[in-house]
């Protein structure tokens, strides 16, 4: 069900911004914008959040959804715990060959979800461009106790950007 929720979210942004649904879908699928990982127990699954054409958003910033669930699909325990939900932003940073940005906020997002957790990961736009390679990487030791690595690339962010904003 998640999965639907997700290729729906894509879907409507695709069509309010004015973009074919499916190149905008594709090329996030091809440039790595949308990422699923399963480690031990875990999916990880990140998705870039393109930017809108409503003008409503910080465009100065850049926008990530890290979904984090129960491969069993069974209910989560203990998320409940203030470790969950406060203190993230000593857990996510990108990190490239010269350089390493920490996210200027992560907010866990309250979605109702019992099988797992959702944040919204927010990154300086200007400085995540200027990455041509980097890695989003996540020191997970809420989970798994492992760091977990999503290759991005900041030629793609721009290009996703591009499709949604029509530029």
């Given at each position: ?67 984090v669930l ?74 798994t ?23």
């Amino acid at each position: 069900m998640t999965r639907h929720f997700i290729a729906g979210c894509i879907m409507l942004l695709a069509c309010a911004c004015g973009a074919s649904k499916n190149d905008l879908v594709q090329s996030m699928k091809d440039n790595n914008m949308l990422q699923e990982k399963t480690v031990s127990d875990y999916v990880f699954r990140l998705q870039y959040m393109p930017a809108e054409r409503s003008g409503g958003e910080d465009t100065s910033l850049v926008y990530f959804r890290l979904n984090v669930l129960n491969a069993a699909g069974a209910p989560m325990k203990n998320t409940n715990d203030p470790g969950y939900s406060y203190g993230l932003d000593t857990l996510f940073a990108f990190v490239g060959a010269a350089d390493t940005i920490p996210p200027v906020d992560i907010i866990r997002v309250a979605n109702g979800a019992i099988n797992g957790v959702e944040y919204m990961l927010v990154f300086d736009r200007a400085k995540v461009y200027a990455r041509p390679d980097c890695k989003l990487l996540f020191r997970d030791w809420l989970f798994t106790h492992q760091f977990i690595s999503f290759p991005v690339k900041g030629g793609a962010i721009a290009h996703i950007d591009s499709l949604s904003l029509k530029i």
